[in-house]
């Protein structure tokens, strides 16, 4: 049985994990971290030698560097470049939205119980220096309780914002960001999502899909290096935002080396007034490959993919009665992660780790992660380690 694909897995394989097909590991844990594809491995080192010796560098290699980021990153979420400012992490664009959203005294931001902390410090933080109040809704079962949120959008004139992660890191439960962000647009109600754990395994269009703020780091599901990341900041909203931390690179002026001096406090009309210093360029080198890889294969194609693989192991899943599922079977209601509470979770990541299947153990129950190039084989092999 093969999963749904459309496009080489093993062609894809052979290229760009080599040490896969070499059976150094199975690599199930992007929930945690991507590998870095060989194309991307190649273009960092390439810079990085070039970056060694500076005389090597060209001008290709610094602005139109970032400038190609935002453009691939834009074209990934169906945004425009403009909307896109580059970050080192999710928690820098959870920040942004946390402390520049027009939010105060008796605004009120609803998040849910069981974000993981970098969608929940960053607003705690904010709440107490801006003087508005942060409240977690308890949640549903193993996802955020939507139904009760949209009771509080509806019913609350104190909602002024909702924070909150795409996917769930530990259960693998996707929220409907068409539902919440149409009833927040209706209201005029802020719409911040960390999407690091659905955006690769899921195709995000915001064209459709009525969000104000998008944070992501690239080094899980964009298999980029650690130090990539990008925050969407919404046509219309961008210039209204009063960036929290400033910097030269945020200036309208940083592009001209000509008049430093000038000190021109007018920012960037785009969302670069949200980029403050040089950031780590090589690792923007790196998720450029691999992002336009991901525009290759297809963000369609790739979202299928992972879907056959999900699939599988919840299908195993349910045929074995002592295995409780964390994640959703809904296909609407998942992405990439599978959660399984199996009785031995101990014993069972062990037996994974001796099969080289790479996982997690979070908050009780074994996190498998499977990505665009895995393949059936690699998801049986983990249903053999842990099925008895
Ligand atoms: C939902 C979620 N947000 C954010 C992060 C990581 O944040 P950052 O990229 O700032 O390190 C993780 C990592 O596990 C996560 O699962």
């Known amino acids: 049985m093969s999963a749904p694909i459309g496009y080489d897995v093993d062609a ?17 844990d992007h929930a945690s971290i991507g590998p870095v594809p060989q194309c991307a491995r190649d273009a960092v080192a390439a810079y990085d030698d070039r970056r060694a010796e500076p005389h090597r560098l060209g001008m290709e290699d610094f602005f139109p560097v970032l400038d190609r980021a935002r453009a691939l990153v834009a074209s990934l979420i169906g945004a425009e470049a403009a909307e896109i400012a580059l970050t080192t992490n999710t928690s820098w664009g959870v920040n942004l939205a946390a402390y520049a959203l027009p939010l105060g005294p008796g605004d009120l931001v609803l998040g849910s119980e069981g974000e993981f902390p970098a969608n929940v410090y960053p607003w705690m933080s904010a709440a107490r220096a801006r003087g508005f109040t942060y409240e977690r809704l308890p949640l549903a079962g193993s996802a955020p309780d939507v139904a009760a949120l949209l009771t509080r959008i509806a019913g609350d004139p104190r909602v002024r914002g909702v924070a909150l992660s795409w996917v769930s890191f530990w259960s693998g439960a996707r929220i409907d960001l068409d539902a919440i962000g149409a009833a927040c647009r209706a209201r005029g109600i802020w719409f911040a999502v960390d999407a690091i754990q659905g955006l690769g395994p899921l195709a995000l269009d915001l064209r459709a899909t009525p969000v104000d703020i998008v944070s992501c780091g690239a080094q899980k599901w964009l ?7 990008f925050v969407y900041v919404r046509r219309g909203l961008v210039e209204h ?4 931390a400033a910097g030269w690179l945020a200036q309208a002026s940083s592009g001209d080396f000509g008049r430093f001096l000038d000190y021109d406090p007018a920012w960037h009309a785009d969302a670069r007034r ?8 090589q690792d923007v080198v790196g998720m450029n490959a691999t992002l336009e890889l991901l525009h290759t294969l297809g963000p369609a194609a790739v979202e299928a993919h992972v879907r056959g693989l999900t699939r599988r192991l919840l299908d195993w899943a349910s045929r074995a009665p002592e295995v409780r599922v964390l994640t959703p079977s809904d296909d609407a209601a998942r992405a990439g992660i ?4 199996t009785p031995d979770v101990a014993g069972d990541s062990a037996r994974l780790r001796e099969a080289r299947v790479t996982h997690s153990v979070r908050e009780g129950a074994i996190r498998l992660s499977p990505h665009f190039h895995n393949t059936i084989v690699d998801v049986d092999a983990a249903i053999r380690a ?3």
């Open 274 to 281: 949200f980029e403050v210093g040089t950031i780590p360029y």
């Open 241 to 244: 935002l009063e960036p929290p």
């Open 386 to 388: 842990i099925g008895r």
């Open 223 to 229: 298999c980029s290096p650690w130090g990539s990341g």
């Open 12 to 28: 894809l394989r052979a290229r760009e994990f080599p040490w896969e097909v070499a059976g150094e590991a199975i690599h199930l």
């Open 338 to 341: 599978v959660a399984l509470v």
